[in-house]
């Protein structure tokens, strides 16, 4: 028999202990690193779990082990200790395994981005933190901003220069604070695996041809990104071949602002998007000198350009224009600037793109081959008795048009196939016309630059009618 010693004081059971000190208990186990221990202490006794899933202060840390989980089931523990935590700030603890998993992990988080506080990440030795509510400091309102994409091996600079340990960012006002992220990656990553990103901005960089991106993934990944108003994307001009099937056609109803740069799948992007409220598009460094593969499938336009016109880059000139072609047949969008820098198009895409932009009141042209039949596209016409047939005739007011209506600002720089004269003409014309027609949508401003057949004695001419809303260099 066991002698118990009744000088020997004894510990209370655990049943015996008040709430707020089993809180508290709780609350520093979960702390220690293990992602489950919340629910593990929850499964000892009704008590317990009661007192656990009733206390918010539990689920405040959130730990996450990429190599033993899912995305999915990352996302399931994601939203259940947001779920439990709230309406209490969280911190996110990740241990990495592999980089390429940062962005789907983050993007389960980024719903709460208002109650998350602080994100530690730990990746081949490094550990990068950041303490969300200092990004913000006072602000009663975080908004998700910008999204910045390398294709490019994460950490790949020794000397650590290209700063991919600076994840989150902060800008904006003292009343709204923007949070930005900018993220190093190999590949986009699949679709299914990122929860929405609901991120304004997005800016995609690719950086060698060995992490380009194929036009179905990009369109995949934007199908996740809802609320783009602004969207850069800059290629490295790799041809992806013919597609072996159509890319989804992607609806981004907010967007207002595209750019693409120096990209040859020009054709595939804007032929699959549907974006209706667009009103900036730059096209820039898309002219290529070499041949392209045809695209997956013919459609109308494709055929050779009547006008067999000169140009430096004819593959690149075709995809361009049947890209357009198929963006503004699909969304009608309200265009107000078109920026074409060294990227052009066919004379029969520019006669199609103009006749479909109503509202477009700045268009600016650098390095295009177009001819003076483009040119010509300025002058005033006579509309034919529904027959469809125009005429150059400037004496009948009551009947006339021109294209692109509201074009106000016209920039042309380093186009050396126009002819001075044909710019002469085109343009005193269409300014007769305007000045007197429609003041209020007449041109105001035009840049004539570098374009070595235009001589200082056809800026002379051209002075006489747009006087001081000319400017040659």
Known sequence: MISVDKDVPSFPPFSSLPPELLIEIFSTCSLTGDWHIPLTLSKVCCLWRDLIISSPCIWQTIVVLDSRCTVSSIRAQAELWAARSSPLPFSVVLKLSDFERLLPIMSCFLPNLARWMSCTITYDGRTIETSLSDLTLSSPRRILHHLDIFLKTPFEDVAGDDEDDVIFVSCGSATYRHISMKVATTKLPH???????LFTSLDISETTFEYS????????????????????????????G????PPPAISLPRLHTLLLNEICN??????????PALRELHLRHINVDYPLEPYYVPEEGDSDDESHDFSQSPHSDLHTGMGLRKLLSRSRPPLEILDMDLSD??????????????????????????SDSVVELFIPFVVGDGDGQEQEQEHVVERMSVRLPQLSVLKMYSCQQLSGDALVKALSARVHYTDHATPDATLATVVISSCNNFTAGNAQELSWDLHDRLNVS
């Open 345 to 370: 198009m066919r004379t029969k895409d520019f006669r199609w793109v103009f006749d479909k932009l109503p509202d477009l009141k700045q268009f600016s042209i650098v390095g295009s081959d177009m």
């Open 242 to 245: 013919t597609l072996d099937a």
């Open 266 to 275: 020009q054709r595939s992007i804007l032929s699959h998007l549907y974006l």
């Open 191 to 197: 679709a299914e695996m990122v929860n929405p990103l």
């Open 213 to 240: 991106v194929r036009s179905p993934d990009l369109l995949r990944f934007l199908a996740h990104c809802p609320n783009l108003e602004h969207f850069y994307f800059h290629g490295v001009s790799n041809d992806e």
